[in-house]
């Protein structure tokens, strides 16, 4: 209902949206996704809560995120001095792994 009323009230905006993608057709959806660059699926990994953590239990975490199609993680940093001991045993799981699993710094230093 709040977009029927919004849609009314604005017909201007939709009609020009319509004609600027009116000319696209599935071909120039196909040319575009065959040459978009590849993307990565990412999980949130909040290292806070990893405090117990070893190089296996990311390990372990890394290869469950592979076998669902994850591509990598963004480790959720905070301000605990532990933490960044955490990452480097994230990383260092990662590259013993061999694969190509991604990571990299979500930082919330509030």
Do not use: C
Request: proline share 2%; aromatic share 10%; glycine share 4%.
């Amino acid at each position: 209902m709040i977009v029927e009323t919004w849609a009314a009230s604005h017909p201007i905006v939709l009609e020009r949206n319509e004609r600027k993608h009116a000319d696209i057709t599935h071909d120039d959806l196909e040319k575009r996704a065959s040459s978009t660059t590849q993307k990565f699926v990412v999980a949130h990994h909040i290292v806070g809560n990893t405090y117990p953590y070893t190089q296996a239990d990311w390990k372990a975490d890394i290869q469950l995120a592979s076998a669902r199609s994850i591509d990598g993680f963004a480790l959720n940093v905070g301000r605990d001095s532990w933490q960044a001991a955490r990452v480097a045993d994230a990383y260092a799981a990662a590259k013993s792994l061999g694969t190509s699993f991604k990571m990299f710094l979500s930082l919330d230093m509030r």
